[in-house]
């Protein structure tokens, strides 16, 4: 199973933008990019996908580099709401199992 | 989207019981899946619960530990077996819609097991 490699842990202060870095050098052609966020006694909720092409959303953005061997979330305006772990996960086309790697813990400063 | 409630939301048990989470969707659903996070820790796939047959278990878990039942598309249960202090655990429940596309999943609130 390809692998994703992210930060432990980031800090951003609120309302500005926040980007949130995943490595992902072992990708393979059929690997959609997901991220999922998980808040504070969650269950995880989608962010948002992508497979070549960058990606927008209402919550955020997903920029995927052109060998799709990283990607990045962006929040535009993080709030205190977007403290959470942000999961990047791959996943095969032809399945729905999600790999979980440890996530980046995102901590918003006020 | 979809809504996925679980039942219990948490409980206290003792070493050698078992305990059966329910997990309802408000819709009907192709997938629906069986995850634990440690505490601290990330997630980790138990099992693919299948509508009308053997769910498909993860490596490191086995039905006679955790058996699965998903009797329709809306509906399924996780049972934690002659449980041991090292299944304290949150267990998660999750739905997804059809296989092959990117679709998202959506997950419920989890249920958090102590076993003493």
């Known amino acids: 199973d390809a692998k994703t490699t992210q930060p432990n842990s980031m800090e951003s202060n609120e309302e500005e933008p926040v980007h949130l870095p995943c490595n992902h050098s072992?990708?393979?052609?059929?690997?959609?990019i997901h991220w999922y966020r998980q808040l504070p006694s969650q269950g995880p909720e989608y962010v948002i996908h992508?497979?070549?092409?960058?990606v927008n959303n209402r919550m955020a953005s997903l920029a995927i580099a052109e060998d799709r061997k990283s990607s990045t979330l962006i929040l535009h305006r993080a709030t205190l709401r977007d403290a959470a772990v942000y999961y990047c996960?791959?996943?095969?086309?032809?399945?729905?199992?999600?790999?979980w790697g440890a996530g980046t813990k995102l901590i918003i400063k006020p | 989207s979809a809504v996925i409630s679980q039942k219990p939301s948490r409980d206290i048990c003792q070493r050698g019981t078992s305990l059966t989470i329910q997990c309802q969707v408000d819709?009907?659903?192709?997938?629906m899946f069986w995850y634990r996070q440690q505490p601290g820790q990330s997630l980790t796939l138990i099992a693919t619960?299948?509508?009308?047959?053997?769910?498909?278990?993860e490596s490191g878990f086995v039905i006679d530990k955790f058996p699965i039942s998903r009797p329709n598309l809306t509906f399924s249960t996780l049972t934690v077996s002659n449980m041991s202090p090292e299944d304290s655990s949150i267990y998660l429940c999750?739905?997804?819609?059809?296989?092959?596309?990117?679709?998202?999943?959506?997950f419920g609130p989890g249920t958090r097991l102590t076993v003493t």
């Open positions: 819709s009907q659903v192709t997938m």
């Open positions: 999750s739905a997804a819609w059809q296989v092959g596309g990117p679709h998202e999943q959506y």
């Open positions: 992508g497979l070549t092409s960058n």
């Open positions: 996960i791959l996943r095969d086309a032809s399945n729905y199992q999600l790999i």
């Open positions: 072992t990708i393979s052609g059929t690997d959609y």
């Open positions: 619960a299948n509508q009308g047959s053997e769910a498909t278990y």
